[in-house]
């Protein structure tokens, strides 16, 4: 018989940063925690007790956002200076740098073979880089305003994008051409995400919705309504049971994706929380915000095999796979009911509230109509919340004749894009020529020395 659900525990806190926490990632093995701030560094955690942490001195700007490479052996971060840097995870921490975009850089994302890394910025493109030559490929031009993220499929062959245009885009890495596109009229995307069989994306919304489509057929799935003020960000578990979400009105809260229903509300910040992320096996998950901290809790409340759905999930990788029960699909609002259980953290003195800043932080992660106003105190809460208005039939797809249109507007634009992302492609080409060439005159103005 399978054991009953046990609630999520806050394990420990992590304070070395001087702002707001913008990016957080685990390391494949689950040992390391990477973080990034409002401060310009990066810092490197071990999650053993007591155990030394790193700080990764070398943008110049805000670091918007982290990414750990699928073997661990590098770390990639985004920042406001219009650079990519990528680090070596170790005391050393050295990096190289990439003058990646000509605006602020707002995410980056390794593909799940480590071969590629996908950039998103607000000059409106998405780039995507070759990390064997460290090198860049090619460029993505379809949306209208700033980029707020890009992720890669787990097989690699989508790319997901969300915007200030209040779309969310589907991309081909093979042709690169955008092959699907899924509108709001309410808010806009701040972060978008796969599931880990590939089959849906999960957006965070502006308008304080979280939102799961099916790429496959094109249909929004799920729509939920649980916080108060925008969603900054989302994580799915690795079973793909369950989704996480950070959200301004200073809380985080967990789904059940099967049922369709909240299950958990954590409210252990001070301030709007801007990222979450669960660990490569689900176990432990992370969470940072406006105030500083770092935290890191046990899921506990999953009692499933990760293992087993993960390999599930590998085999299901590809577009064209038949559904399965792990698939989700709509359901109808789960009523349920729950006992208020509170768990207080031993040291409330470590939770401090940045108010100076909260209002700066707010302005460029999202609207500042959207932040939250009253700060709970540290606690998690299990509450009797239920997933509730269901987006009727006409609000479940774009209308065809309005995407065609759309479409036809774009197309002139889209061969000037397609145009630039070639010059671009050629004048890679003609650096690295030019390069060749300097090495060349030097190795034989060092032979005519010699000879000389």
Same mark, same amino acid.
């Given at each position: 018989?399978?054991?009953?659900?046990?609630?999520?525990?806050?394990?420990?806190?992590?304070?070395?940063? =001087?702002?707001?926490?913008?990016?957080?990632?685990?390391?494949?093995?689950?040992?390391?925690l990477?973080?990034?701030?409002?401060?310009?560094?990066?810092?490197?955690?071990?999650c053993?007790?007591?155990?030394?942490?790193?700080?990764?001195?070398?943008?110049?700007?805000?670091?918007?956002?982290?990414?750990?490479?699928?073997?661990?052996?590098?770390?990639?971060?985004?920042?406001?200076?219009?650079?990519?840097?990528?680090?070596?995870?170790?005391?050393?921490?050295?990096?190289?740098?990439?003058k990646?975009?000509?605006?602020?850089?707002?995410?980056v994302?390794?593909?799940a073979?480590?071969?590629?890394?996908? +950039?998103?910025?607000?000059?409106?493109?998405?780039?995507?880089?070759?990390?064997?030559?460290?090198?860049?490929l090619?460029?993505?031009?379809?949306?209208?305003?700033?980029?707020?993220?890009?992720k890669?499929?787990?097989?690699?062959?989508?790319?997901?994008?969300?915007?200030?245009d209040?779309?969310? =885009?589907?991309?081909?890495?093979?042709?690169?051409?955008?092959?699907?596109?899924?509108?709001?009229?309410?808010?806009?995307?701040?972060?978008?995400?796969?599931?880990?069989?590939?089959?849906?994306?999960?957006?965070a919304?502006?308008?304080?919705?979280?939102k799961?489509?099916?790429?496959?057929?094109?249909?929004?799935?799920?729509?939920?309504?649980?916080?108060?003020?925008?969603?900054?960000?989302?994580?799915?578990h690795?079973?793909?049971?369950?989704?996480?979400?950070?959200?301004?009105?200073?809380?985080?809260?967990?789904?059940?994706?099967?049922?369709?229903?909240?299950?958990?509300?954590?409210?252990?910040?001070?301030?709007?929380?801007?990222?979450?992320?669960f660990?490569?096996?689900?176990?432990?998950?992370?969470?940072?915000?406006?105030?500083?901290?770092?935290?890191?809790?046990?899921?506990?409340?999953?009692?499933?095999?990760?293992?087993?759905?993960?390999?599930?999930?590998?085999k299901?990788?590809?577009?064209d796979?038949?559904?399965?029960?792990?698939?989700?699909?709509p359901?109808?609002?789960?009523?349920?009911?729950?006992?208020i259980?509170?768990?207080? +953290?031993?040291?409330?003195? +470590?939770?401090?509230?940045?108010?100076? =800043?909260?209002e700066?932080?707010? %302005?460029?992660?999202?609207?500042?109509?959207?932040?939250s106003?009253?700060?709970?105190?540290?606690?998690?809460? =299990?509450?009797?919340?239920?997933?509730?208005?269901f987006?009727?039939?006409?609000?479940?797809?774009?209308?065809?004749?309005?995407?065609d249109?759309?479409?036809?507007?774009?197309?002139?634009?889209?061969v000037?894009?397609?145009?630039?992302?070639?010059?671009e492609? %050629?004048?890679?080409l003609?650096?690295?020529?030019?390069?060749?060439?300097?090495?060349?005159?030097?190795?034989?103005?060092?032979?005519?020395?010699?000879?000389?």
């Amino acid at each position: 018989m399978a054991s009953a659900l046990e609630d999520p525990a806050l394990e420990r806190y992590f304070k070395g940063h =001087k702002a707001a926490i913008t990016s957080v990632d685990f390391s494949p093995s689950g040992k390391q925690l990477a973080t990034a701030s409002w401060d310009t560094f990066l810092m490197l955690w071990n999650c053993k007790p007591q155990a030394r942490a790193f700080r990764y001195v070398g943008h110049k700007d805000v670091v918007t956002s982290l990414r750990f490479s699928p073997l661990g052996n590098l770390l990639a971060s985004a920042s406001r200076d219009r650079t990519v840097r990528l680090w070596i995870p170790d005391k050393r921490g050295k990096s190289s740098e990439f003058k990646a975009h000509t605006a602020p850089v707002r995410s980056v994302d390794f593909s799940a073979d480590g071969q590629f890394l996908a +950039t998103a910025s607000e000059d409106k493109s998405i780039k995507v880089w070759n990390m064997y030559r460290q090198r860049f490929l090619y460029s993505l031009y379809r949306h209208t305003h700033w980029v707020r993220c890009a992720k890669f499929s787990p097989d690699g062959r989508l790319i997901v994008s969300c915007s200030e245009d209040k779309t969310i =885009k589907i991309w081909d890495t093979t042709n690169k051409q955008c092959v699907n596109n899924f509108s709001d009229s309410v808010g806009f995307a701040n972060f978008v995400d796969f599931n880990p069989n590939g089959t849906c994306i999960a957006s965070a919304g502006s308008d304080h919705t979280v939102k799961l489509w099916d790429v496959r057929v094109n249909k929004l799935l799920q729509h939920y309504q649980v916080h108060s003020g925008g969603v900054n960000c989302v994580s799915f578990h690795p079973s793909g049971n369950y989704l996480i979400t950070a959200s301004s009105d200073g809380t985080l809260k967990i789904l059940d994706l099967l049922e369709g229903r909240l299950i958990y509300t954590l409210q252990g910040h001070t301030g709007p929380v801007f990222t979450v992320s669960f660990s490569k096996g689900g176990e432990l998950f992370s969470s940072g915000g406006a105030d500083a901290q770092v935290l890191l809790w046990r899921t506990n409340f999953d009692d499933l095999n990760c293992k087993d759905m993960i390999k599930r999930n590998l085999k299901r990788l590809h577009f064209d796979a038949s559904p399965h029960l792990v698939d989700i699909y709509p359901r109808t609002p789960h009523p349920h009911e729950g006992k208020i259980e509170t768990v207080e +953290t031993t040291d409330t003195t +470590t939770v401090r509230t940045l108010a100076d =800043k909260s209002e700066e932080i707010s %302005r460029y992660f999202l609207n500042p109509s959207l932040l939250s106003s009253e700060c709970s105190p540290t606690s998690l809460k =299990k509450k009797t919340e239920d997933m509730s208005d269901f987006p009727s039939e006409s609000q479940r797809s774009i209308p065809l004749a309005v995407t065609d249109a759309l479409e036809h507007i774009m197309e002139q634009l889209n061969v000037l894009t397609q145009t630039v992302s070639i010059l671009e492609q %050629r004048l890679t080409l003609t650096e690295d020529k030019l390069k060749d060439c300097l090495e060349n005159q030097q190795r034989l103005f060092n032979v005519i020395q010699q000879k000389s």
